[in-house]
């Protein structure tokens, strides 16, 4: 997640450069499946406010001190990276601003377990949330029936708001 503002005082506005640490959020299969959506939503906001500063020192003392080891990945891991704030949709090289400023192509060590969150202006010009969901093929089938349940048992609660779900198939 972005280190960016944990830090006392915080970097520089202007710093170009990654400050980012994993955060970790655990769950079994079965506690997944047996809960609602807001349980994993809560593992999600307690792993995110236990990233303190004291949490980045105390990880980068660890990687001092293990020759910055290779961090194993595995299919169990779903990474998570929301740039919607990165402003890099304000930058203009000379040819007018950015329309999308998101992954090309999802990239990683293993690419079908990323997602990364981006902000987008839809035809009105009105600010909009893209979330890219790259999964295996079977996965991926597994998890589009699961949210349509989900979000079909939340049709009369007013605080989803649903103004379209766009489902890709692609080659990558």
């Not at 020759?67 to 890099?88: C, F, G, K, W």
């Not at 007018?96 to 902000?119: D, F, H, Q, R």
């Not at 079977?138 to 103004?163: S, Y």
């Amino acid at each position: 997640m972005n280190s960016r503002k944990r830090f006392n005082p915080p970097l520089p506005t202007g710093y170009y450069g990654n400050a980012l640490v994993l955060g970790v959020a655990i769950a079994t299969a079965e506690n997944l499946t047996k809960n609602p959506l807001a349980y994993a939503l809560e593992l999600v906001r307690k792993a995110i406010a236990k990233v303190t500063e004291e949490y980045i020192k105390s990880l980068a003392d660890l990687m001092v001190i293990r020759e910055r080891p290779h961090i194993p990945m595995v299919q169990t891991y779903y990474l998570v990276n929301d740039v919607r704030h990165a402003s890099s949709g304000d930058v203009d090289f000379g040819w007018g601003k950015a329309v999308y400023s998101g992954l090309a192509i999802v990239v990683g060590v293993i690419p079908n377990v990323t997602s990364v969150y981006v902000s987008f202006k839809n035809k009105k010009g009105e600010n909009e949330i893209v979330v890219p969901i790259c999964l295996a093929a079977n996965a991926m089938e597994v998890f589009v029936k699961e949210l349509g349940m989900m979000l079909k048992r939340h049709d009369d609660d007013p605080r989803v708001v649903r103004k379209g779900l766009v489902f890709i198939r692609s080659p990558l």
